[in-house]
C-alpha cells in the first residue's frame, strides 16, 4: 500500500509541474507602416478589397472561368492536399502530452554449455538442460512537460498548418488574378484583330483606288506597290494577332484546369465592368488581409516557439516509465493469476550537462532564425505596401494615357478621311494616304493596349491589397 502511495504521489509532483512555464512571450515585429497610401486623396477606411471577387468581378463569363479555377487549378489543388497534411500533423500533435502505451509478447527459450556453470546450475536445481522465459506486458512511458516544451511542439505544427492555410489563400489570389488578367488580354487581342481587320478594309479601297489611277496615268505603279505593302502588312498583323488569340485561350484553359481549347467570350474590352470607385483602404487593413505578408507573421510565431523547445531541452526532464502483465519460465503456468503477475515503475530526472555545446547551438540557431523571420515579415510588409502605391500609380497614369490615346485616335481618324478626300481629289500623294492609315491603325492598337493595362492595374490593385480575404 505504502508503494502505491508513493507511486501516486510522483505522477501528482509530476502532473503539478506540467506546463508551469508557458510558451516563450512575444512582441509582435514593428512595422513601420504609412498612415495612408502613396498617391491617395485621403486616408479612407473603405477598400475594393473588402469585396468578394464575385463582386468585385461583374462579368459572368470570367466568373464562370475563375469558378473553374477555383475548382480545378492544379497548383490550388497541390495547396489543399498541403493544408490536408498540415491539418493530420496538427491533430497528432494534440496527442503529445499523453503517454506512449505499447503491448508486447515475447518468448525465449536458452540452452547453455553443459560444461557451463549456468548449464550445471540448471541441471542440478532444475533438473533441465534449457531455460524458457515467457513475457507478455504493458509499457508506459510519458514525459512530465515542465519547461512548456510540449506546449511549443503543438504551437509550431499549429502555425505550420495556418501557414499552409494562408499560402492557399494566396494562391487562390493569385490564380483569381492570373485568370481575370489572362482574361482582359484576350479581350484586348479580340479588339486588335477588329482594329486591324477594319483597317485592312481601308488598305483595300485604298489598293483599288490607287491600281484605277494607275491604270489611268494618274499615279505611277510605285504607289501600287506601296498601297500593295500596305495591305500585307496588315494582313501580317491579324495573323499574328489570331495566333496570339490562341495562345492566351490555350493559357487561360490550363489556368482552369482544362485541356487547351477556345474560350468563349460575349463581351468587348469596353464593355467589361469593374468597380468605378477605386480606394485602397488603409495600409493597416492591407497587412491583416494580406495572406502572404499573414503567412510570414506566422512564421515568426513558429520561429518564436522552436526557440521555446530549444530552451527547454537545457533544463532538466521528468521522465516517468512503468510496465507491467504476466512473466513466467514455464509456458503452462504464464497465466496464472496472480502468481505469474509483474510490475514495476521508474520515475527520474534527466539534466544534459556536456552535450558538446549542442544545445546552446541549437538555441541561438533558434534565436537567429527568428530574428531572420522578423526581418522577412518586415520585407514582406514593405513589398505588399510597394505593391499597392505601384498600382495606385499606374491606375491614375493609364487614366490619362487612356484619354490621350482615345483623342489621337479620333485625330488620326479624321486625318485619314481628310487624306483619302484629298487623294480622290489629287491633293494629296498615296504615301500621305498610307501613312495616314497605318499611324491611325497604331494609335488605335496602342489605345486598345491601355486600356487592357488599365485593367490590368485594378485587378493589381486588388490582388495587392488582398484579394477580398479578410
Not at 502532473?15 to 491617395?40: D, I, N, R
Not at 490550363?254 to 495600409?283: C, F, W, Y
Not at 514455464?330 to 514495476?344: H, I, R, T, V, Y
Request: aromatic share 8%; glycine share 6%.
Amino acid at each position: 500500500m505504502k508503494k502505491v502511495k508513493n507511486i501516486i504521489i510522483t505522477f501528482a509532483v509530476a502532473l503539478g509541474s506540467v506546463s508551469c512555464v508557458s510558451k516563450l512571450a512575444f512582441k509582435e515585429p514593428e512595422t513601420h507602416l504609412p498612415e495612408q497610401f502613396q498617391y491617395t486623396a485621403t486616408a479612407d477606411t473603405a477598400s475594393i478589397a473588402n469585396l468578394q471577387w464575385r463582386e468585385f468581378f461583374s462579368d459572368p463569363v470570367l466568373q464562370k472561368l475563375i469558378e473553374k479555377g477555383i475548382q480545378h487549378n492544379y497548383d490550388l489543388q497541390i495547396a489543399l492536399q498541403q493544408v490536408a497534411s498540415s491539418q493530420e500533423r496538427l491533430m497528432q500533435a494534440r496527442y503529445l502530452q499523453y503517454p506512449d502505451i505499447g503491448f508486447g509478447v515475447a518468448a525465449q527459450i536458452s540452452k547453455p554449455s553443459k560444461n557451463s556453470m549456468n548449464g550445471q546450475s540448471l541441471n542440478l536445481f532444475l533438473g533441465q538442460n534449457h531455460v524458457e522465459d515467457y513475457n507478455a506486458a504493458f509499457n508506459l512511458s510519458w514525459e512530465a512537460d515542465i519547461w512548456g516544451k510540449i506546449k511549443n511542439q503543438q504551437e509550431v505544427s499549429r502555425m505550420q498548418y495556418l501557414q499552409t492555410y494562408e499560402a492557399t489563400k494566396a494562391i487562390q489570389t493569385q490564380v483569381v488574378a492570373a485568370i481575370a488578367q489572362g482574361y482582359y488580354n484576350l479581350l484586348m487581342l479580340d479588339k486588335q484583330l477588329q482594329i486591324a481587320q477594319s483597317n485592312l478594309e481601308l488598305s483595300r479601297n485604298t489598293l483599288s483606288i490607287t491600281e484605277k489611277m494607275w491604270q489611268s496615268g494618274d499615279t505611277t505603279s510605285l504607289g501600287v506597290q506601296q498601297a500593295t505593302a500596305q495591305k500585307q502588312s496588315t494582313e501580317f498583323l491579324i495573323a499574328q494577332l489570331e495566333q496570339n488569340i490562341a495562345i492566351q485561350e490555350n493559357a487561360l484553359s490550363i489556368l482552369v484546369g482544362e485541356n487547351p481549347g477556345k474560350v468563349n467570350r460575349t463581351l468587348e474590352m469596353s464593355d467589361t465592368s469593374l468597380p468605378q470607385h477605386i480606394s485602397a483602404g488603409l495600409p493597416a487593413a492591407m497587412v491583416s488581409r494580406r495572406p502572404d505578408v499573414r503567412r510570414q507573421e506566422l512564421a515568426v510565431l513558429e520561429s518564436n516557439a522552436m526557440v521555446g523547445i530549444a530552451q527547454a531541452n537545457m533544463y532538466p526532464a521528468l521522465r516517468i516509465t512503468a510496465n507491467g502483465g504476466v512473466n513466467s519460465f514455464k509456458f503452462d503456468n504464464w497465466f496464472q493469476m496472480p502468481a505469474s503477475l509483474f510490475g514495476s515503475v521508474l520515475g527520474g530526472l534527466t539534466q544534459p550537462i556536456f552535450q558538446k555545446r549542442q544545445l546552446k547551438t541549437d538555441l541561438n540557431v533558434a534565436k537567429i532564425q527568428r530574428e531572420r523571420n522578423v526581418l522577412a515579415f518586415r520585407q514582406s510588409v514593405l513589398n505588399a505596401v510597394g505593391e499597392v502605391s505601384d498600382a495606385l500609380v499606374s491606375n491614375e497614369s493609364l487614366k490619362i494615357q487612356e484619354k490621350k490615346a482615345s483623342e489621337q485616335v479620333t485625330t488620326l481618324k479624321d486625318g485619314i478621311k481628310s487624306a483619302e478626300m484629298l487623294y480622290k481629289g489629287g491633293m494629296a500623294n498615296y504615301l500621305e494616304v498610307i501613312t495616314a492609315q497605318g499611324n491611325s491603325l497604331q494609335a488605335e492598337l496602342n489605345l486598345a493596349s491601355v486600356k487592357r493595362q488599365r485593367l490590368s492595374s485594378i485587378v493589381d490593385l486588388y490582388r495587392a491589397l488582398g484579394g477580398g480575404w479578410k
